[in-house]
């Protein structure tokens, strides 16, 4: 740590200040992303999390930032071209961007895959079952159960309701959407309000037996069926717009579905339910855009060198790409890199699920290691910091470890969220700290 002579002072002010750019492990690893960054949020978070996923997103890490990525790196020139810029998707960024989602689409299609054989299996076993008489004991229920159900049902919800607003919210989108973003054709959105209550139901089933909500894997094929449907001019912005349309419908499916368990769990009336979802829901059409400005005029989103990467608009974008190009817009080598990771994401999966418990769960989580591919390592390290503090606890005093461990992590995420508005606000005004502190190489 040294003195910045006043030419360096702009240049070194703001987000690369102070102890968020602390290096941790030596400059070298800083500058592959190898530092712990005091993130509250992501320290909270990772205690929160099992261990497998912090394990994974550190492994992750590890295999792109500290052996891919300089390795890559040290090809430019045979592999991409040397001229091209790092941010290029012809260059670098190119194979962190598409082995992630090599990654990614590997693990959500095997699960996908894996949702769509225990819900129709299930239904198969409840159609199956309906046409025996059920016996005594399984019509046996407690008291508790029966009161529940009685009263859940004396304010069933009418299908009529249902079905009205379904009509009417598709008419609105069917003339409002294609207005606001004229690549995506009025029928494609058609389509896609006909096929989504079947996607709807598959999904909200699947979330009750499996717990996992599948809509982001829905939005994905959506997106790359609009984006090859629509051609190299519109495809991008249609298959991102059509994603998001399938996403929404799909995944609000689950979400009432797990709203109404807990509705049936603490004796709320169903209609209730439904009116406070349409008030909040209402509420949130006024708040989150306002939200959303703020953060977006006060912070830089986006910036693949700053503070908030918004690294799944990217992997989305690129998505989108690669379904109106094809595999011409991966790098060189890129592909054979993508079927590997691809392979190894099924592999993963397939030895968690069909190996003995006490193996499979070290198996590492293909969606957890994706992350850090194009995000950096700081906040897996930071992430691991909370999973060690929690194996620390555990071991000191497993009984209030239990107890504790998310009421603290809750407080860490609460309290540096709540930093963010007065954040917000200093960074609309353009304050910025009057001193910058950082760290330079001796030599």
């Known amino acids: 740590m040294g003195f910045i002579p006043p030419k360096e002072t702009k240049m070194l002010s703001g987000d690369s200040c102070g102890f968020s750019q602390f290096p941790t492990f030596g400059l070298k690893a800083w500058k592959n992303s190898f530092y712990f960054d005091f993130s509250m949020t992501y320290i909270g978070a990772g205690m929160i999390c099992p261990h497998l996923v912090n394990i994974s997103l550190l492994l992750g890490a590890v295999l792109s930032w500290g052996v891919m990525w300089p390795l890559i790196g040290g090809l430019k020139g045979e592999w991409f071209p040397a001229t091209l810029p790092e941010s290029s998707m012809k260059s670098l960024n190119g194979y962190k961007v598409f082995i992630s989602i090599a ?30 008489k059920t016996s005594p004991d399984n019509q046996k229920q407690l008291p508790n159960d029966l009161h529940r159900n009685e009263l859940f049902n004396r304010e069933s919800i009418p299908i009529w ?84 349309l399938i996403k929404s419908i799909v995944s609000i499916s689950s979400d009432l579905m797990h709203d109404f368990k807990t509705g049936h769990l603490t004796l709320t009336s169903p209609r209730s339910m439904l009116l406070s979802q349409a008030i909040g829901t209402a509420i949130g059409c006024i708040v989150a855009p306002l939200t959303f400005f703020l953060f977006y005029k006060a912070f830089d989103l986006g910036n693949p060198d700053g503070e908030y990467k918004a690294p799944y608009a990217l992997i989305y974008r690129n998505m989108a790409i690669l379904g109106v190009q094809g595999f011409s817009a991966l790098p060189q080598y890129c592909l054979q890199l993508c079927y590997g990771f ?21 198996i590492p989580i293909p969606m957890a290691m994706a992350v850090p591919f194009l995000v950096g390592a700081y906040f897996a390290i930071d ?24 009421a603290v992590a809750s407080g860490l995420i609460c309290g540096d969220g709540l930093w963010l508005l007065p954040s917000s606000i200093l960074a609309l005004f353009k304050a910025r700290p009057p001193i910058c502190m950082t760290f330079l190489a001796t030599t």
């Open 161 to 244: 309701v249902a079905c009205a607003g379904y009509t009417f919210f598709s008419v609105i989108s069917v003339i409002v959407i294609p207005q606001m973003f004229p690549e995506l054709k009025w029928y494609y959105v058609v389509v896609a309000y006909i096929l989504a209550p079947s996607l709807s139901f598959c999904n909200a089933y699947g979330a009750g037996l499996t717990d996992m909500n599948m809509a982001y894997n829905y939005g994905k094929v959506a997106l790359f069926v609009l984006a090859a449907l629509s051609g190299k001019e519109n495809g991008v912005v249609a298959g991102l717009v059509g994603c998001g």
């Open 383 to 406: 992430m691991c910091v909370g999973s060690l503090a929690v194996f620390a606890w555990h071991k000191l005093n497993r009984k209030k470890a239990s107890l504790m461990v998310p």
């Open 103 to 132: 990654l990614i689409l590997g693990d959500g299609l095997y699960n996908f895959l894996k949702i769509l054989f225990f819900t129709a299996r299930n239904i198969h076993a409840k159609v199956k079952n309906s046409n025996r």
């Open 342 to 362: 691809f392979s190894f994401a099924i592999a993963a999966n397939l030895l968690r699920d069909f190996t003995p418990k006490n193996i499979g769960k070290w």
